[in-house]
Protein backbone atom coordinates (compact mmCIF):
# COMPACT_ATOMS: atom_id res chain seq x y z
CA UNK A 1 0.00 0.00 0.00
CA UNK A 2 1.46 3.52 -1.53
CA UNK A 3 2.61 5.54 2.22
CA UNK A 4 1.79 9.30 2.12
CA UNK A 5 2.83 11.16 4.87
CA UNK A 6 2.29 15.06 4.54
CA UNK A 7 3.45 17.69 7.20
CA UNK A 8 2.90 21.53 7.55
CA UNK A 9 5.48 23.82 8.85
CA UNK A 10 4.57 23.87 12.39
CA UNK A 11 3.30 27.82 13.28
CA UNK A 12 4.74 30.13 15.62
CA UNK A 13 2.30 29.93 18.74
CA UNK A 14 2.97 33.49 19.71
CA UNK A 15 0.66 34.17 16.61
CA UNK A 16 -3.33 34.11 16.07
CA UNK A 17 -4.11 31.62 13.23
CA UNK A 18 -5.28 33.43 10.50
CA UNK A 19 -6.02 32.82 6.80
CA UNK A 20 -2.69 32.44 5.91
CA UNK A 21 -1.89 29.20 8.63
CA UNK A 22 -5.31 27.91 7.19
CA UNK A 23 -4.28 27.78 3.43
CA UNK A 24 -1.26 26.10 4.11
CA UNK A 25 -2.88 23.55 6.49
CA UNK A 26 -6.27 23.04 4.30
CA UNK A 27 -4.19 21.99 1.32
CA UNK A 28 -2.28 19.71 3.27
CA UNK A 29 -5.47 18.39 4.14
CA UNK A 30 -7.34 17.98 0.91
CA UNK A 31 -4.06 16.06 0.02
CA UNK A 32 -4.42 13.86 3.02
CA UNK A 33 -8.10 13.37 2.77
CA UNK A 34 -7.13 12.12 -1.30
CA UNK A 35 -4.98 9.93 -0.57
CA UNK A 36 -6.91 8.64 2.00
CA UNK A 37 -9.68 8.23 -0.21
CA UNK A 38 -7.47 6.32 -3.38
CA UNK A 39 -6.70 3.84 -0.51
CA UNK A 40 -3.31 5.10 0.23
CA UNK A 41 -1.46 4.97 3.97
CA UNK A 42 -2.01 8.29 5.26
CA UNK A 43 -0.34 10.09 8.20
CA UNK A 44 -0.87 13.79 8.55
CA UNK A 45 0.91 16.01 11.19
CA UNK A 46 0.93 19.24 12.02
CA UNK A 47 1.47 21.62 15.59
CA UNK A 48 2.74 24.36 17.02
CA UNK A 49 6.40 25.76 17.47
CA UNK A 50 6.82 26.92 20.67
CA UNK A 51 10.80 27.65 22.10
CA UNK A 52 12.76 31.14 21.16
CA UNK A 53 13.31 34.02 22.44
CA UNK A 54 9.87 35.76 21.43
CA UNK A 55 7.80 33.22 23.13
CA UNK A 56 10.18 33.55 26.47
CA UNK A 57 9.66 37.59 26.56
CA UNK A 58 6.12 37.60 25.98
CA UNK A 59 5.57 35.09 28.72
CA UNK A 60 7.51 37.98 30.31
CA UNK A 61 5.38 39.93 29.79
CA UNK A 62 2.53 38.60 30.33
CA UNK A 63 4.16 37.81 33.94
CA UNK A 64 3.59 33.84 33.38
CA UNK A 65 6.42 31.24 32.68
CA UNK A 66 7.05 30.13 29.27
CA UNK A 67 5.18 26.50 29.47
CA UNK A 68 1.68 28.39 31.23
CA UNK A 69 2.47 31.17 28.00
CA UNK A 70 2.64 27.99 25.34
CA UNK A 71 -0.10 26.04 27.10
CA UNK A 72 -1.89 29.07 27.08
CA UNK A 73 -2.02 29.28 23.31
CA UNK A 74 -1.37 26.33 21.88
CA UNK A 75 -5.13 25.11 21.67
CA UNK A 76 -5.45 28.16 19.54
CA UNK A 77 -4.56 26.20 16.90
CA UNK A 78 -5.79 23.08 17.46
CA UNK A 79 -9.14 24.86 17.74
CA UNK A 80 -8.99 26.68 14.40
CA UNK A 81 -8.26 23.21 13.06
CA UNK A 82 -10.95 21.63 14.47
CA UNK A 83 -13.08 24.39 12.94
CA UNK A 84 -12.20 23.61 9.45
CA UNK A 85 -12.49 20.44 9.88
CA UNK A 86 -8.56 19.18 9.20
CA UNK A 87 -7.90 15.79 9.76
CA UNK A 88 -4.68 15.59 11.27
CA UNK A 89 -3.42 12.38 12.74
CA UNK A 90 -1.04 14.04 15.23
CA UNK A 91 -0.19 17.87 16.74
CA UNK A 92 2.85 18.12 17.80
CA UNK A 93 3.82 20.64 21.09
CA UNK A 94 7.76 21.08 20.11
CA UNK A 95 7.42 21.83 24.15
CA UNK A 96 6.39 17.84 24.16
CA UNK A 97 9.35 15.65 26.03
CA UNK A 98 8.72 13.39 23.02
CA UNK A 99 10.13 16.11 21.01
CA UNK A 100 13.39 17.08 23.87
CA UNK A 101 14.25 13.52 23.48
CA UNK A 102 14.39 13.27 19.48
CA UNK A 103 15.90 16.83 19.08
CA UNK A 104 18.51 15.39 21.63
CA UNK A 105 19.10 12.33 19.79
CA UNK A 106 19.48 14.08 16.31
CA UNK A 107 21.78 17.05 16.66
CA UNK A 108 23.75 14.44 19.33
CA UNK A 109 24.09 12.40 16.07
CA UNK A 110 25.27 15.65 14.00
CA UNK A 111 27.78 16.74 16.69
CA UNK A 112 29.12 12.71 17.26
CA UNK A 113 29.60 12.34 13.42
CA UNK A 114 31.13 15.63 13.76
CA UNK A 115 29.47 17.95 11.83
CA UNK A 116 28.74 20.62 14.53
CA UNK A 117 31.62 22.74 16.25
CA UNK A 118 32.03 25.60 18.38
CA UNK A 119 32.94 28.98 17.09
CA UNK A 120 32.08 32.61 17.93
CA UNK A 121 29.36 34.23 15.63
CA UNK A 122 28.58 38.21 15.11
CA UNK A 123 25.66 38.61 12.84
CA UNK A 124 22.51 40.73 12.10
CA UNK A 125 19.63 39.55 13.95
CA UNK A 126 15.70 39.74 13.21
CA UNK A 127 14.46 38.78 16.67
CA UNK A 128 10.75 38.03 14.52
CA UNK A 129 12.29 35.40 12.55
CA UNK A 130 15.14 33.98 14.88
CA UNK A 131 17.15 34.70 12.18
CA UNK A 132 20.63 36.35 10.97
CA UNK A 133 20.46 37.73 7.74
CA UNK A 134 23.30 38.96 5.57
CA UNK A 135 23.65 42.70 4.84
CA UNK A 136 22.36 42.35 1.09
CA UNK A 137 19.25 40.46 2.13
CA UNK A 138 17.84 43.17 4.02
CA UNK A 139 16.23 46.10 2.83
CA UNK A 140 16.26 49.51 3.54
CA UNK A 141 19.46 48.72 4.83
CA UNK A 142 18.41 47.82 8.06
CA UNK A 143 15.35 46.20 8.14
CA UNK A 144 14.19 42.29 8.15
CA UNK A 145 12.78 41.53 4.37
CA UNK A 146 9.72 39.93 5.75
CA UNK A 147 9.06 41.81 9.16
CA UNK A 148 10.50 45.25 8.33
CA UNK A 149 11.90 45.17 11.86
CA UNK A 150 15.40 46.72 12.28
CA UNK A 151 17.55 44.23 13.06
CA UNK A 152 20.36 44.21 15.76
CA UNK A 153 23.79 43.02 15.91
CA UNK A 154 24.61 40.19 18.19
CA UNK A 155 27.87 38.39 18.94
CA UNK A 156 28.18 35.44 21.00
CA UNK A 157 29.80 32.17 21.31
CA UNK A 158 28.00 29.10 20.10
CA UNK A 159 28.15 25.92 18.36
CA UNK A 160 27.71 25.67 14.67
CA UNK A 161 26.38 22.89 11.90
CA UNK A 162 29.01 22.83 9.53
CA UNK A 163 26.75 23.68 6.67
CA UNK A 164 29.46 24.37 3.72
CA UNK A 165 30.81 20.80 3.99
CA UNK A 166 27.53 19.58 2.29
CA UNK A 167 27.60 22.06 -0.78
CA UNK A 168 28.52 19.40 -3.19
CA UNK A 169 26.36 16.30 -1.75
CA UNK A 170 23.49 18.90 -1.68
CA UNK A 171 24.09 19.82 -5.67
CA UNK A 172 24.48 15.80 -5.84
CA UNK A 173 21.04 15.50 -4.56
CA UNK A 174 19.09 18.16 -6.11
CA UNK A 175 20.20 16.87 -9.30
CA UNK A 176 19.47 13.21 -8.29
CA UNK A 177 16.02 13.99 -7.43
CA UNK A 178 14.41 16.40 -9.85
CA UNK A 179 11.38 16.67 -8.35
CA UNK A 180 11.88 16.91 -4.93
CA UNK A 181 11.17 20.44 -4.34
CA UNK A 182 8.31 21.93 -6.91
CA UNK A 183 7.14 23.84 -8.16
CA UNK A 184 10.64 24.23 -10.31
CA UNK A 185 11.12 28.09 -9.87
CA UNK A 186 11.65 27.44 -5.99
CA UNK A 187 13.96 24.40 -6.47
CA UNK A 188 16.00 26.34 -8.37
CA UNK A 189 16.15 29.46 -6.39
CA UNK A 190 17.36 27.13 -3.81
CA UNK A 191 19.99 25.36 -6.21
CA UNK A 192 21.27 28.60 -6.97
CA UNK A 193 21.76 29.47 -3.01
CA UNK A 194 23.57 26.26 -2.57
CA UNK A 195 26.01 26.82 -5.98
CA UNK A 196 26.63 30.56 -4.50
CA UNK A 197 28.10 28.76 -1.76
CA UNK A 198 26.85 27.98 1.92
CA UNK A 199 28.33 28.97 5.30
CA UNK A 200 28.19 27.01 8.47
CA UNK A 201 25.24 27.80 10.45
CA UNK A 202 25.13 28.71 14.44
CA UNK A 203 22.57 26.38 15.70
CA UNK A 204 22.48 27.09 19.41
CA UNK A 205 22.07 30.33 21.70
CA UNK A 206 23.37 30.79 25.50
CA UNK A 207 21.52 34.43 25.75
CA UNK A 208 18.57 32.34 26.44
CA UNK A 209 17.16 28.97 27.98
CA UNK A 210 14.06 28.53 26.56
CA UNK A 211 14.52 25.89 24.32
CA UNK A 212 15.89 22.40 24.11
CA UNK A 213 19.05 21.91 25.99
CA UNK A 214 22.26 20.92 24.68
CA UNK A 215 23.16 17.01 25.67
CA UNK A 216 26.38 18.10 25.54
CA UNK A 217 27.13 21.46 26.94
CA UNK A 218 24.35 22.67 29.22
CA UNK A 219 24.85 26.32 29.02
CA UNK A 220 23.53 26.44 25.49
CA UNK A 221 19.86 25.64 23.64
CA UNK A 222 19.49 25.16 20.25
CA UNK A 223 18.40 27.57 18.67
CA UNK A 224 14.65 27.16 18.21
CA UNK A 225 14.69 27.04 14.25
CA UNK A 226 16.81 23.78 14.53
CA UNK A 227 14.40 22.15 16.91
CA UNK A 228 11.57 23.15 15.23
CA UNK A 229 12.55 21.42 11.81
CA UNK A 230 13.24 18.08 13.86
CA UNK A 231 9.65 17.76 14.88
CA UNK A 232 8.83 15.79 11.43
CA UNK A 233 10.98 13.18 12.76
CA UNK A 234 9.78 13.39 15.97
CA UNK A 235 6.28 12.57 15.31
CA UNK A 236 7.20 9.29 13.42
CA UNK A 237 9.12 7.81 16.61
CA UNK A 238 12.45 9.01 15.54
CA UNK A 239 13.92 9.95 19.45
CA UNK A 240 12.26 6.46 20.62
CA UNK A 241 13.60 3.01 21.67
CA UNK A 242 15.76 0.92 18.96
CA UNK A 243 18.09 2.54 16.21
CA UNK A 244 15.27 5.24 15.21
CA UNK A 245 12.04 4.63 16.97
CA UNK A 246 9.71 2.11 15.86
CA UNK A 247 7.82 3.29 13.20
CA UNK A 248 10.26 5.94 11.44
CA UNK A 249 11.24 3.55 9.08
CA UNK A 250 7.90 3.16 8.10
CA UNK A 251 7.26 6.85 7.46
CA UNK A 252 10.83 8.40 6.24
CA UNK A 253 12.18 9.44 3.75
CA UNK A 254 8.44 9.56 2.42
CA UNK A 255 7.51 12.73 3.88
CA UNK A 256 5.51 15.44 1.44
CA UNK A 257 6.42 18.97 3.59
CA UNK A 258 4.13 21.58 2.50
CA UNK A 259 5.79 24.62 3.00
CA UNK A 260 5.69 28.78 2.23
CA UNK A 261 8.09 30.32 0.41
CA UNK A 262 9.28 32.41 3.14
CA UNK A 263 10.96 29.30 4.56
CA UNK A 264 12.59 27.66 1.99
CA UNK A 265 15.80 27.68 2.92
CA UNK A 266 15.58 26.09 6.04
CA UNK A 267 13.75 23.41 4.51
CA UNK A 268 15.23 22.80 1.17
CA UNK A 269 19.13 23.64 2.00
CA UNK A 270 19.76 23.66 6.02
CA UNK A 271 17.16 20.47 6.42
CA UNK A 272 18.39 18.19 3.62
CA UNK A 273 22.18 19.02 5.00
CA UNK A 274 21.17 18.11 8.39
CA UNK A 275 19.40 14.89 7.45
CA UNK A 276 22.60 14.16 5.67
CA UNK A 277 24.84 14.64 8.25
CA UNK A 278 22.85 12.61 11.27
CA UNK A 279 22.78 9.39 8.80
CA UNK A 280 19.30 9.95 7.20
CA UNK A 281 17.79 10.19 3.69
CA UNK A 282 16.66 13.74 3.15
CA UNK A 283 12.73 14.47 2.57
CA UNK A 284 11.37 12.78 -0.50
CA UNK A 285 9.20 15.87 -1.60
CA UNK A 286 9.26 19.68 -0.59
CA UNK A 287 6.49 21.63 -2.24
CA UNK A 288 6.81 25.34 -1.64
CA UNK A 289 3.28 27.36 -1.99
CA UNK A 290 3.18 31.58 -2.04
CA UNK A 291 1.45 33.65 0.24
CA UNK A 292 -2.14 35.08 0.70
CA UNK A 293 -2.06 38.51 0.55
CA UNK A 294 -4.04 41.40 1.78
CA UNK A 295 -3.93 44.36 0.28
CA UNK A 296 -0.98 43.20 -1.23
CA UNK A 297 1.13 42.27 1.71
CA UNK A 298 1.68 39.03 3.71
CA UNK A 299 -0.55 38.34 6.64
CA UNK A 300 1.09 38.66 10.01
CA UNK A 301 0.83 39.69 13.33
CA UNK A 302 2.50 42.88 13.06
CA UNK A 303 0.69 44.66 10.14
CA UNK A 304 -2.89 43.73 11.55
CA UNK A 305 -4.23 42.45 8.39
CA UNK A 306 -5.20 39.38 9.43
CA UNK A 307 -8.66 37.44 8.84
CA UNK A 308 -9.46 34.90 11.15
CA UNK A 309 -10.77 31.41 9.65
CA UNK A 310 -13.50 31.33 11.92
CA UNK A 311 -14.55 35.04 10.58
CA UNK A 312 -15.00 33.26 7.39
CA UNK A 313 -16.40 30.31 8.39
CA UNK A 314 -19.60 31.81 9.96
CA UNK A 315 -19.88 34.22 7.29
CA UNK A 316 -19.41 31.58 4.20
CA UNK A 317 -19.65 28.41 5.96
CA UNK A 318 -16.63 25.99 6.15
CA UNK A 319 -17.03 23.96 2.81
CA UNK A 320 -17.04 27.24 0.98
CA UNK A 321 -13.87 28.73 2.70
CA UNK A 322 -12.08 25.60 2.33
CA UNK A 323 -13.03 25.63 -1.75
CA UNK A 324 -11.96 29.07 -1.97
CA UNK A 325 -8.70 28.75 0.04
CA UNK A 326 -8.19 25.77 -2.42
CA UNK A 327 -9.50 26.68 -5.63
CA UNK A 328 -8.23 30.27 -5.93
CA UNK A 329 -4.77 30.48 -4.85
CA UNK A 330 -2.81 27.34 -6.72
CA UNK A 331 0.05 26.07 -4.76
CA UNK A 332 3.09 27.54 -5.82
CA UNK A 333 1.48 31.03 -6.45
CA UNK A 334 0.81 34.29 -4.86
CA UNK A 335 -3.28 35.25 -3.89
CA UNK A 336 -5.10 38.00 -2.85
CA UNK A 337 -7.32 37.26 -0.41
CA UNK A 338 -10.38 39.53 0.02
CA UNK A 339 -14.54 39.11 0.22
CA UNK A 340 -15.34 40.12 -3.00
CA UNK A 341 -12.87 37.23 -4.15
CA UNK A 342 -14.49 35.02 -1.96
CA UNK A 343 -18.66 35.91 -2.45
CA UNK A 344 -17.62 36.27 -6.70
CA UNK A 345 -15.96 32.27 -6.25
CA UNK A 346 -19.25 31.75 -3.91
CA UNK A 347 -22.13 32.49 -6.10
CA UNK A 348 -20.45 31.25 -9.73
CA UNK A 349 -18.67 27.59 -8.35
CA UNK A 350 -21.23 26.89 -5.73
CA UNK A 351 -24.64 28.78 -5.85
CA UNK A 352 -24.72 28.46 -9.65
CA UNK A 353 -22.92 25.77 -10.63
CA UNK A 354 -22.91 22.76 -8.31
CA UNK A 355 -25.72 23.72 -6.00
CA UNK A 356 -27.91 24.40 -8.80
CA UNK A 357 -26.90 21.30 -10.55
CA UNK A 358 -28.23 19.22 -7.25
CA UNK A 359 -30.93 21.08 -6.68
CA UNK A 360 -32.48 21.01 -10.47
CA UNK A 361 -31.21 17.55 -10.92
CA UNK A 362 -33.50 16.55 -7.14
CA UNK A 363 -36.75 18.23 -8.85
CA UNK A 364 -36.92 16.61 -11.43
CA UNK A 365 -36.47 12.56 -10.71
CA UNK A 366 -39.23 13.90 -7.85
CA UNK A 367 -41.51 15.26 -10.37
CA UNK A 368 -40.86 12.96 -13.81
CA UNK A 369 -39.67 9.50 -11.85
CA UNK A 370 -41.67 9.67 -8.43
CA UNK A 371 -38.16 10.27 -6.68
CA UNK A 372 -36.10 7.34 -7.76
CA UNK A 373 -33.04 7.53 -9.51
CA UNK A 374 -32.52 5.84 -12.83
CA UNK A 375 -28.99 4.17 -13.55
CA UNK A 376 -26.62 5.72 -15.51
CA UNK A 377 -26.84 5.32 -19.05
CA UNK A 378 -23.73 3.57 -20.82
CA UNK A 379 -23.91 5.82 -23.58
CA UNK A 380 -24.38 9.46 -24.62
CA UNK A 381 -22.59 12.99 -24.74
CA UNK A 382 -21.48 12.62 -20.84
CA UNK A 383 -20.70 8.91 -20.67
CA UNK A 384 -18.61 10.40 -23.80
CA UNK A 385 -17.37 13.36 -21.92
CA UNK A 386 -17.04 12.58 -18.44
CA UNK A 387 -14.45 9.86 -17.88
CA UNK A 388 -11.65 12.61 -19.51
CA UNK A 389 -12.93 15.15 -17.02
CA UNK A 390 -12.44 12.42 -14.44
CA UNK A 391 -8.91 11.54 -15.23
CA UNK A 392 -7.89 15.23 -15.42
CA UNK A 393 -9.17 15.46 -11.92
CA UNK A 394 -7.56 12.56 -10.51
CA UNK A 395 -4.13 13.68 -12.30
CA UNK A 396 -4.36 17.00 -10.70
CA UNK A 397 -4.81 15.40 -6.99
CA UNK A 398 -1.88 13.08 -7.91
CA UNK A 399 0.03 16.08 -8.55
CA UNK A 400 -0.90 17.53 -5.32
CA UNK A 401 -2.51 20.40 -7.06
CA UNK A 402 -6.17 20.83 -5.31
CA UNK A 403 -6.97 23.45 -7.82
CA UNK A 404 -6.60 21.00 -10.80
CA UNK A 405 -8.40 18.53 -9.43
CA UNK A 406 -11.38 20.64 -8.47
CA UNK A 407 -11.04 22.53 -11.77
CA UNK A 408 -11.54 19.39 -13.80
CA UNK A 409 -14.66 18.73 -11.23
CA UNK A 410 -16.60 21.57 -12.37
CA UNK A 411 -15.78 20.66 -15.83
CA UNK A 412 -18.21 17.65 -15.01
CA UNK A 413 -20.58 19.65 -13.38
CA UNK A 414 -21.04 22.30 -16.36
CA UNK A 415 -21.07 19.40 -18.85
CA UNK A 416 -23.87 17.99 -16.78
CA UNK A 417 -25.64 21.00 -16.56
CA UNK A 418 -25.19 21.57 -20.45
CA UNK A 419 -26.71 18.78 -21.11
CA UNK A 420 -29.62 18.83 -19.28
CA UNK A 421 -30.53 22.02 -20.83
CA UNK A 422 -30.07 20.43 -24.26
CA UNK A 423 -32.75 17.65 -23.27
CA UNK A 424 -34.99 19.33 -20.91
CA UNK A 425 -36.00 16.10 -19.36
CA UNK A 426 -38.44 18.70 -17.00
CA UNK A 427 -40.53 19.39 -20.22
CA UNK A 428 -40.63 16.39 -21.56
CA UNK A 429 -42.67 13.19 -20.70
CA UNK A 430 -41.49 9.85 -18.62
CA UNK A 431 -39.48 7.60 -20.34
CA UNK A 432 -36.19 6.19 -21.51
CA UNK A 433 -35.21 9.80 -23.16
CA UNK A 434 -35.74 11.55 -19.08
CA UNK A 435 -34.54 8.25 -17.35
CA UNK A 436 -31.12 8.80 -19.82
CA UNK A 437 -30.55 12.12 -18.98
CA UNK A 438 -31.31 12.32 -15.55
CA UNK A 439 -29.47 9.39 -14.92
CA UNK A 440 -26.27 10.66 -16.37
CA UNK A 441 -26.90 14.12 -14.20
CA UNK A 442 -26.96 11.48 -11.12
CA UNK A 443 -23.77 9.61 -12.41
CA UNK A 444 -21.97 13.06 -12.70
CA UNK A 445 -22.90 14.25 -9.75
CA UNK A 446 -21.56 10.81 -7.74
CA UNK A 447 -18.55 11.57 -9.64
CA UNK A 448 -18.18 14.97 -8.50
CA UNK A 449 -18.77 14.26 -4.91
CA UNK A 450 -15.66 12.04 -5.00
CA UNK A 451 -13.65 14.51 -7.00
CA UNK A 452 -14.34 17.20 -4.43
CA UNK A 453 -14.84 15.30 -1.54
CA UNK A 454 -10.88 16.21 -0.52
CA UNK A 455 -11.81 19.98 -0.50
CA UNK A 456 -15.56 20.02 0.78
CA UNK A 457 -15.94 16.51 2.85
CA UNK A 458 -19.30 18.02 4.10
CA UNK A 459 -20.76 18.94 1.05
CA UNK A 460 -19.70 15.95 -1.05
CA UNK A 461 -21.45 13.52 1.85
CA UNK A 462 -24.58 15.66 1.39
CA UNK A 463 -24.88 14.92 -2.09
CA UNK A 464 -24.01 11.54 -1.84
CA UNK A 465 -27.05 10.91 1.08
CA UNK A 466 -29.21 12.89 -1.13
CA UNK A 467 -28.39 11.21 -4.66
CA UNK A 468 -29.47 7.90 -2.63
CA UNK A 469 -25.70 6.35 -1.69
CA UNK A 470 -25.12 4.58 1.26
CA UNK A 471 -21.75 5.70 3.49
CA UNK A 472 -19.55 8.72 2.62
CA UNK A 473 -18.01 9.30 -0.73
CA UNK A 474 -14.07 8.42 -0.41
CA UNK A 475 -15.06 5.63 2.00
CA UNK A 476 -14.41 2.93 -0.38
CA UNK A 477 -17.52 1.11 0.01
CA UNK A 478 -20.30 0.78 -3.16
CA UNK A 479 -20.33 3.50 -5.57
CA UNK A 480 -16.98 4.22 -4.68
CA UNK A 481 -15.50 3.95 -8.37
CA UNK A 482 -13.93 6.39 -10.42
CA UNK A 483 -15.29 4.63 -13.83
CA UNK A 484 -18.29 5.49 -15.54
CA UNK A 485 -21.16 3.55 -14.87
CA UNK A 486 -21.29 3.46 -11.13
CA UNK A 487 -25.16 5.08 -10.60
CA UNK A 488 -27.23 1.95 -10.54
CA UNK A 489 -30.51 3.96 -10.07
CA UNK A 490 -33.24 2.52 -8.48
CA UNK A 491 -32.79 4.47 -5.10
CA UNK A 492 -34.82 7.36 -3.45
CA UNK A 493 -33.51 11.04 -4.47
CA UNK A 494 -33.93 13.50 -1.83
CA UNK A 495 -34.20 17.08 -2.90
CA UNK A 496 -33.33 19.88 0.43
CA UNK A 497 -32.76 22.70 1.14
CA UNK A 498 -29.93 24.73 -1.60
CA UNK A 499 -26.95 23.92 -0.71
CA UNK A 500 -25.40 27.08 -1.56
CA UNK A 501 -27.94 30.00 -1.36
CA UNK A 502 -27.15 32.60 -3.89
CA UNK A 503 -25.08 35.42 -2.13
CA UNK A 504 -25.36 39.37 -2.51
CA UNK A 505 -22.48 40.40 -0.61
ZN1 LIG B 1 12.01 39.06 10.53
Not at 137 to 165: I, K, M, Q
Not at 278 to 307: C, F, R, T
Amino acid sequence: MPRFYVTTPIYYVNDAPHVGHAYCTVNADALARWHRAVGDEVFFLTGTDEHGQKVARAAEEHGVTAQEWTDRLAPRFAEAWAELEISNDDFIRTTEPRHRQAVQRFLGTIYDNGWIVKDTYAGLYCVDCEQYYAADELVDGNRCPVHGRVVETLEEENYFFRLSAFQDRLVEWYEAHPDAVVPESKRNEALSFIKGGLQDISITRTSIDWGVPVPWDDRHVFYVWYDALVNYLTAIGYGEEGPHGATFERWWPAVHHLIGKEIIRFHCVWWPAMCMAAGIDPPAAIQVHGWLLVGGEKMSKSKLNQITPGELIADFGVDAVRYHLLRDTPLGSDGELSVEGIVARYNADLANNLGNLVARVATVVGSKCAGVGPAAPASGRLARAVPGLVDEAVAGWARGLPHLGLEAAWKVIREANAELERVEPWKADPGPVVDDALGGALEALRLVALLVSPAMPGTAAEIWRRIGLPGVPGDGGPGHELAWGGYRGGVGVEKGPALFPRRRG
